[in-house]
């Protein structure tokens, strides 16, 4: 079956600190994969995805087919990156996502 | 454009009343797909349609779940004689054809008494 797991419910950190959140996917064939992140009283809003190697607000995350991990990192930690933060994978055909349980990052002043 | 809408934002109904849900996704999008997430967890996968077909449903969608997307724009999901388990964020996303992200909408809350 596939599934997306994230190992830390919560992560702390302070300020200034290095960030990886960490994500663990189990799929048939080549998944899409996302990091989705969830602000205080705001939407599910796209963060990074994969394929797009891209930096955003500092955080980039780099798919390991060995490991099968798509970890999320971050150099220096702000406060302004406390949120709710969800990987997923999608599939190639109708590109549902499955989700992980999410992580709370916590950045400490 | 607001990107995607869902209406009502919270709703509150006694178990054994049916319940229905809309969401509004962004103009341009063909695909539309529904989550629920419970407390804890992250969302999780109900039904999806391209256009106005509804080409795939989870088996958590019970036969009390039915979703329709008449016209290719706005979809409904209704829940029918609720019960306490069905209390959770139901929500709503769209994308573009091929390998586009989904958008997300607020959400509507569901609370069954």
């Known amino acids: 079956a596939q599934r997306v797991t994230q190992p830390e419910k919560l992560l702390s950190v302070f300020k200034g600190a290095p960030v990886e959140l960490k994500c663990n996917y189990s799929y048939s064939g080549s998944p899409e994969l996302f990091w989705y992140v969830q602000y205080s009283r705001q939407r599910l809003q796209l963060l990074l995805r994969h394929i797009s190697r891209e930096s955003i607000k500092g955080f980039t995350a780099d798919l390991n087919k060995g490991e099968t991990s798509f970890h999320l990192k971050k150099p220096f930690a702000q406060e302004e990156d406390s949120a709710m933060y969800y990987c997923?994978?999608?599939?190639?055909?109708?590109?549902?996502?499955?989700f992980g349980t999410g992580t709370l990052l916590a950045v400490q002043p | 454009d607001t990107g995607v809408s869902q209406d009502p934002r919270h709703k509150i109904t006694k178990r054994g009343q049916n319940v229905t849900f809309r969401c509004d996704p962004i103009s341009e999008h063909n695909r539309l797909y529904w989550y629920r997430q419970t407390l804890g967890q992250g969302p999780e996968f109900l039904t999806y349609f391209q256009n106005e077909a509804q080409l795939e449903k989870s088996r958590l969608l019970s036969d009390r779940f039915s979703a329709e997307r008449p016209k290719g724009s706005f979809s409904t999901l209704e829940i029918q004689r609720t019960e306490q388990g069905d209390s959770a964020m139901y929500l709503c996303?769209?994308?573009?054809?091929?390998?586009?992200?989904?958008?997300f909408g607020d959400g509507t809350r569901l609370s069954i008494l």
């Open positions: 996303a769209s994308s573009g054809a091929g390998a586009q992200p989904q958008h």
């Open positions: 997923g994978g999608g599939d190639g055909a109708t590109n549902k996502l499955i």
